[in-house]
Structures are given as structure tokens and as C-alpha cells.
DNA sequence: GCCGTTTTCGGCCCGACTGTTTTCAGTCG
């Protein structure tokens, strides 16, 4: 069993639990796990008879330990299996839809028996709903809509898709008077592989508090948008025709750091920093670190720093980041202690030994990815056009190959301007795994 | 259910937005 799979078991046995109304904390173990194994860079099922290794990743503790080992043996989590029995596999689909949490799961449940979309369709369709707690009309509407939109599927974007998306939404805010800076977020700034919605820091003279409507208006007639899903005094979130959710978050320049911080994430990266500040007898937001006896943070709270990412993770007693660290998976302790590990870059990267050219599905010839290779500094490529097994994207029987490299490939003294497959950056090995 | 710079018991992040709740609960990121 993949460390995904065991994830996916281990996040439907917390919502599970949290429809079933369990306690929160108990829940919150089991995201957690679900988060170290998703995160993960060690086979879980395979250390899953070592009880000690197992009990070294943050996150697991004994029972956790036990449902890894039942599932590997079993393919689900006893507990699981107990609460599906309860309600119906179906049920968990309906935490998929906007707006709809376990609380109002529970609440379906509890009057109507409703357990999965096409029952929930159905009820609505019946007007069954109508009459139930914190079930207007406005909710009703949102839960219809909700529902066609998942039956058309959305999902998680691959990252250049996301990118050209933020690129077009970031022409458009920065020809608004007054918005200096948009910063792109979330996983894309973390370099994760797909993104499942697209976070925009926005900055400026435009987005001081109290003086943010008319950006804000500016941001939702963006021509793109297919629905606006919320819009307040400093937030705006809609779907594009695509299906991509961008959230746009507009804070003034002094809070830039602290918003860029807390927009890129991870989640449980900033859980961990949060509950660090707190320790030290501070309370960080989106707005400011600022010090736990002035009060709440927020526009109005007390500043320790705010202006920058360094500056903030300076005053927690931490070295800065690579966003791509920041996934809770000990990259805090080893800020702390100063020994963070080293993030491979693009300059560190010495050739690419999969690169198909326009022989086959590729896009350039022989010679022009060469060359692009040489542009970055490489020291090697490899052509790994397919062969004619794969008759579908042209491929090359051996005359064709040889055709091919004969017309094209003299060895040439110069190397990829195709996109690398590859981010940009590779994720390194988090500090503490070093150790194991 | 996990975990420890005070802790093996007692605490566990924080603010914005929506809808219908007349003061707030639920959801989301």
C-alpha cells in the first residue's frame, strides 16, 4: 500500500469521525497522520512491522501505528470500516461539496437519512430540505449548484495550468491604480506538482484597510471568473470557466510579510508556527506577529513583525525558508536550530535523461533541445523518443530512428528548451529523515 | 490521539465570510 492510499484512509477515517461528532482533537490526529504519511519520503507500509521507526514520524503515535499496521494487512482502518458500516461509502462524497462541512452532513443525516450526492439531488429535487435548520433558500441554491459542479469534476491542476492562469489574473489586478504587487501562493509557491486552487497575495496603496472596496470590486469583474464564491472587504474567491478556485487576498504592504507567510502555507506548516509563537508568547496572523498580551492580532494588533517573512520567522528564533520546506515535516525544528537542509535548484541539476523530440510527441528537433540544454548549463541529454510499440504518438522503428539521428542528431557541441518535466526546484530531503 | 524549553497531564491556530442565527454557527483556507 502506497503512503497516498494510506493518507486517503487515514483523512476519510477523520471525516468520518468528525461527522459522527468524535472529538476534535482526536480528528485532528488523524489529518495529521494522514499529513505525514501523504508528506511522507519513507515507504510507511514497508517499515510497518517496525514499530520504533514507525513511532519516530511526527504524527504517529500508538494507535496511529496500529491502523497503519491494519491497514497494510487489511486495506482499511478498523474504525473506518465501523462508521462506513454506520452511514454509506457514498457519505463521504458529500464533504466534497462547497459549503457543505460534517456538521451539516450530520444534520442530513439525522433528519432525512441523506448519505450520498445522488440522495442529497433528490431530496432537494422532492424539497425535503426546506424547513431543516440553517437550510434556506440561498443554501439550498448553493448545494444544487454545488452538486452540478462536482458531477462535472474539477480536481486538482497540474501546476503550469495553474501558472498561465495566474499569470492572465496578475496582468489584469496590476493595471488597477493603487495595487502594487501580486504575489502568487499556496502550493504554487511551495513548487508542489498540482495545485488544487490558486492563492493571490495582492498588495498596495489600493488594499489599506478600510479603503479596499473598489479593489476588491475591480477584482470580481475579472473577465474570467464563471462564479464568485465569496467577496468581503479584503477577500475574493471565484471559479474560473475552468473550474480553477483563486482566492485573492488583498492586505496593505506592511502586512506583506506576514500574508505572504501565511497564504503560502502549508496548512500544517503554519499550525506548528502558530502554536511555536504562542509558546514564545506571541500570536501570529495573516495581519502581523504581535505579542499575545496586546491582544488579538488582526489590523489593529500589536506589530513584533510583519514587513517580511525573515523578519517573522527571525523574531520565532528561525532561520527563513524555501516555501518548499514548508510542509511540517521537521522543517521547523531544523530552522530552529539553524541546519536546515540544502533545496536542489535548477543550477544544480546536470542533465535530463527523458526528452522526446518531434519525431514522436515531442515538440523540437534533436538540435534545438540540445541547444536549450546548453542554455541551462547542462552536461548531458538523453533522446528517448518511443519506439513503434507506441504507434499512437508516431513511434520510431529502428530505420526511422536512425533516418532520424542521421538527419538530425550529428553529435552536436551544443544541448533542452523543451519545459523540463521536472519543478524547478526538487523537494529535499527534510532535516529529520536525515537522521533515520 | 499526540506531545513536551513548564508539562507524562492538560492543552491543542486564527481570522474571514456566509447565511439566517437577533448574537452566532458552520465552513474555509
Redesign the pocket.
Known amino acids: 500500500m502506497d503512503n497516498l492510499t494510506l493518507a486517503r484512509l487515514l483523512t476519510e477515517t477523520g471525516d468520518l469521525l ?1 461527522i459522527s461528532g468524535g ?8 489529518r ?2 494522514a499529513d ?1 504519511a501523504e508528506q511522507s519520503t519513507v515507504d510507511l507500509s514497508a517499515i510497518a512491522d517496525d514499530l520504533p521507526r514507525l ?1 519516530e ?11 497503519i499496521q491494519a491497514a497494510v494487512e487489511t486495506g482499511s482502518i478498523p ?1 473506518r470500516d465501523e462508521l462506513l458500516a454506520r452511514y454509506s461509502a457514498g457519505i463521504l462524497d458529500l ?13 442530513l443525516w439525522d433528519a432525512a437519512k441523506i448519505s450520498s450526492i445522488d440522495q442529497l439531488a433528490e431530496a432537494i429535487d422532492a424539497g425535503r430540505l426546506a424547513g431543516l ?10 448545494l444544487r449548484k ?1 452538486i452540478e459542479d462536482f458531477r462535472k469534476s474539477a480536481g486538482r491542476f497540474r501546476i503550469d495550468e495553474a501558472e498561465e492562469s495566474a499569470e492572465r489574473i496578475i496582468q489584469y489586478l496590476l493595471s488597477f491604480d493603487g495595487i502594487d504587487r501580486v504575489t502568487p501562493a ?1 502550493s504554487l509557491r511551495r513548487g508542489r506538482e498540482t495545485a ?2 490558486l ?1 493571490l497575495l495582492v498588495t498596495g496603496p489600493a488594499c489599506e ?1 478600510d479603503k479596499a472596496a473598489a479593489a ?1 470590486e475591480y477584482t470580481a469583474a475579472y473577465p474570467g471568473i464563471r462564479d ?10 471565484f471559479y474560473l470557466g475552468n473550474s480553477l ?1 483563486v ?1 485573492v ?1 488583498l492586505l496593505p504592504s506592511s502586512s506583506y510579510g506576514a500574508a505572504l507567510q ?2 503560502t ?1 502549508s ?1 500544517m506548516h ?6 511555536r ?3 514564545m508568547g ?6 502581523s506577529l ?1 505579542r ?1 498580551e496586546d491582544g ?4 489593529a ?1 500589536s506589530v513584533v513583525a510583519a514587513e517580511t517573512e525573515e523578519a517573522i520567522y527571525a523574531a520565532l ?1 528561525m532561520d527563513w525558508m524555501p516555501p518548499e520546506l514548508r510542509e511540517n515535516l521537521g522543517e521547523i ?1 531544523a530552522a ?2 539553524h541546519q536546515l537542509p540544502h533545496v536542489i535548484e535548477q543550477s544544480d541539476l546536470r542533465g535530463d535523461v527523458h526528452m522526446h523530440t518531434h519525431a514522436t510527441d515531442g515538440r523540437n528537433s534533436i538540435r534545438e533541445m540540445a541547444d536549450a540544454a546548453l542554455a541551462r548549463g547542462y552536461q548531458y541529454i538523453a533522446i528517448t523518443d518511443h519506439s513503434k510499440n507506441l504507434a499512437m504518438t508516431n513511434g520510431l522503428d529502428a530505420e526511422r530512428a536512425l533516418e532520424h539521428v542521421q538527419r538530425n542528431g550529428r553529435p552536436h557541441p551544443r544541448l533542452p528548451r523543451h519545459r523540463s518535466r521536472h519543478p524547478r526546484r526538487r523537494r529535499a530531503r527534510p532535516a529529520q529523515r536525515s537522521a533515520h
Open positions: 468528525e472529538d476534535p482533537f482526536r480528528i485532528r490526529s488523524y495529521r497522520a505525514a513511532l514520524v511526527p504524527g504517529i503515535g500508538k494507535s496511529m501505528a496500529a491502523n474504525l464533504l466534497k461539496l462547497p459549503g457543505m462541512g460534517p456538521k451539516t452532513i450530520a444534520l435548520p440553517r437550510m434556506g433558500e440561498k443554501q439550498i441554491e448553493k454545488g499556496g488544487g486552487d492563492d484597510p476588491v464568485i464564491i465569496a467577496k468581503g472587504e479584503n477577500k475574493v474567491s478556485q482566492d487576498r501565511y497564504f502555507g496548512k503554519n499550525v506548528s508556527l502558530r502554536q509563537a504562542l509558546k506571541y500570536t501570529l496572523s495573516e495581519w504581535g499575545l488579538p492580532a488582526g489590523p494588533g528564533g525544528e530552529a536550530r
